[in-house]
């Protein structure tokens, strides 16, 4: 058992809720016909593989950092809880797991489970080259709503980019949050960022600029989809208040709230633009 909690630890098993309701929300927007319940079962595995696969491989590539940065070195890869070749079994079994799972969707699927790969192996790498790492993770969940699509309708769907924007804003906004706990550390050890290129004020503003666009995007999905009415509009209220407490948690000169801000409010987001959009189908 303890092994593993090490394991779950190891990829922050329980941020599969930041999100999976994102993916389920877009299951209900693009569908066209119900699937059957055999293929909802195939996205939703290569939906947690590819997250556990992105997550070991972070870990993998980042452990020579992550053990000389103060807040991580004690995480189970860089103490030595998890060794690295357990990592890499878990990469091994995971990539596997997603690429099997994309084949049981459709081979259109399979075809472009190689991209996402790709781009899960590249965003660790990020950080060294760019000072935008977050927005090779935002491609990553862009991709998510056009993965959805082509599961159930095999297109990519204007609506799926639109969303998959909106989902991007969103993940990059919080990372540029989460990544202000390393300002200093990033800085010491050459590492790239959006922090560490325009400073923690500014990477607020950006991160505040982002999640406006997910706002506006969602509005415009809204709009392009004659099925959502006024209980969209109405959760994305909602949604929109939720945003604007997390920027309320986190200032240049109080980076105390990070966590409440990252872990707490965007689970809140996640899983209440989901129930508006599920309570919309429903209706």
């Not at 406006?212 to 969602?218: A, N, R």
Request: charged letters at 20%; one cysteine or more; glycine letters at 6%.
């Amino acid at each position: 058992m303890e092994k593993l909690r090490n394991y779950a630890d190891l990829v922050k098993f329980e941020h599969t809720v930041f999100a999976l309701p994102f993916a389920l929300a877009g299951i209900l927007l693009l569908i066209e016909e119900v699937p059957s319940l055999w293929r909802v079962v195939w996205i939703l595995v290569a939906f947690v593989s590819a997250r556990t696969l992105g997550m070991a491989l972070n870990r993998l590539i980042d452990e020579p950092y992550d053990r000389e940065n103060p807040r991580t070195k004690d995480w189970p890869h860089a103490s030595g809880k998890v060794s690295r070749e357990e990592v890499k079994v878990l990469i091994l079994i995971s990539g596997g797991a997603f690429l099997i799972s994309s084949l049981m969707i459709n081979f259109l699927a399979f075809l472009l489970s190689p991209l996402v790969i790709l781009l899960l192996w590249a965003y660790p790498y990020a950080k060294r080259f760019t000072h935008y790492p977050h927005l090779v993770l935002g491609l990553v969940y862009l991709l998510i709503p056009v993965a959805v699509d082509i599961a159930l309708n095999e297109r990519v769907s204007l609506e799926a980019l639109v969303l998959g924007t909106a989902m991007a804003l969103w993940v990059a906004g919080f990372d540029i949050l989460y990544s202000l706990q390393d300002y200093d550390f990033d800085r010491e050890k050459g590492l790239k960022s959006i922090p560490v290129l325009v400073g923690v004020g500014g990477a607020i503003k950006v991160a505040r600029i982002f999640h406006l666009g997910t706002f506006l995007c969602l509005v415009v999905l809204g709009v392009m989809d004659r099925d959502l009415g006024l209980v969209y509009f109405a959760g994305l209220t909602l949604l929109a208040l939720f945003l604007i407490y997390e920027h309320t948690l986190v200032r240049p000169d109080d980076l105390s709230k990070i966590n409440r801000a990252f872990f707490t409010v965007n689970g809140y987001v996640s899983i209440a633009f989901f129930l508006t959009v599920a309570l919309e189908f429903l209706i």
